[in-house]
C-alpha cells in the first residue's frame, strides 16, 4: 500500500512548536556535511525566512561554516557581503543591501535579511579579514551589472586592459538593458551573439590573474577574486539568455552549473566551505 504524500510528511517534519528544540535536532540531522541547503516552501513568508536566518546564525556559530551562499546575483551580494566583513563605509545593513533591485525586490531587501546581515558584522568583529564570513551570490542574472563591476575593476588596476574590455563588451550595446531581446535575436540567428567576446575578455583576464591577485594582499586577492567571478558570470550569462529561447532544461542546467561552478571555485579560493 503506498504512502499517501500528507503521511510522508508527517512522518518525516519537524514541528516548530518549540523552534529551540526544532532547531537542535536539524543541526543534529545535518551531521558533519559540508554543504547545507536551506531553502523555504514559499518565497516571501516570514516564519520560513526567520527559521532560515536562525539556522544559518548556528551552523556559523557551532558548526564552523564560514560562508553563506544566496540565490542571488553575485554583484549585489558583494556589495552586502563586503559591509558584512567590515571592508566598507555604508550607514547600515539596509543600505548595504540596496544593490538588490532587480525583480522581486523584496527578496533579500527585507526586515529578516536585514537583521541577520547585521549579526554577521557583529559575528565578523574580532575576527582575521581572511576568516570573516562573507554572504555571496550564486544566480548568473547580472549580466550588465557584471560587466560594471569588471570595467570598475580594471579601470583601477589596469586602464588598458579596461579599454579592451569595454571594446568586446561593447557587443552588447545594441541591446540595451534588454537581455532577453539579445538572446531571442541571437537564439533565432537575427544577430550575432557575443559569445566569443566574452570567452576572449575571461582568457585574457586569466592571463594577468597573478599580477592582479597579489597587489595589495589579502584585500587585492578578494577584489580580483570578486571580479573573476564577475566576468565567469558574464560568459555563463551570455549562453544562459541564449538558451532560454532553445532548449529549456538546458537553460535550467546552465544556470545550475554555474552555482555549482561559483562554489566550487570559491572553495578553491579560500571560502574554505566546511
Known sequence: ?????????????????RPTEALAS???????????????????????????ADLT???????????VAAEADWPDAARASRWARLQSDEAGAADALEGFTRFPRWMRRNDVVVDFLRWLRE???????????????????????????????????DPAAAARARERYACFEQFGDDVHSYGYTTSLGLSVSCESEVVEQLVDRR????????????VAEDEYFSAEQNAR??????????????DRA??????????????SAGDVSGWSVT
Do not use: C, K
Not at 551552523?59 to 564560514?66: A, I, M, N, S, T
Not at 558570470?233 to 532553445?246: H, K, P, S, V
Open 26 to 52: 536539524l543541526l543534529e540531522a545535518i551531521g558533519d556535511a559540508r554543504v547545507v541547503l536551506v531553502g523555504e516552501a514559499s518565497y516571501g513568508t516570514h516564519e520560513f525566512y526567520r527559521i532560515r
Open 1 to 17: 500500500m503506498s504512502v499517501q504524500p500528507v503521511e510522508a510528511v508527517r512522518a518525516s517534519a519537524v514541528p516548530f512548536t
Open 123 to 157: 559575528f565578523n568583529r574580532g575576527r582575521e579579514a581572511a576568516d570573516r564570513v562573507g554572504f555571496y551570490g550564486l544566480d548568473l542574472y547580472s549580466l550588465h551589472a557584471s560587466i560594471d563591476a569588471v570595467l570598475r575593476y580594471l579601470a583601477a588596476v
Open 250 to 263: 538546458a537553460s535550467w542546467n546552465l544556470r545550475d552549473t554555474h552555482m555549482m561552478e561559483t562554489l
Open 207 to 218: 592571463r594577468r590573474a597573478a599580477e592582479y591577485a597579489r597587489r595589495d594582499g589579502f
Open 233 to 246: 558570470l558574464i560568459r555563463n550569462a551570455e549562453q544562459y539568455y541564449r538558451a532560454m529561447f532553445g
Open 57 to 67: 546564525a548556528l551552523l556559523l556559530e557551532q558548526r564552523g561554516f564560514d560562508i
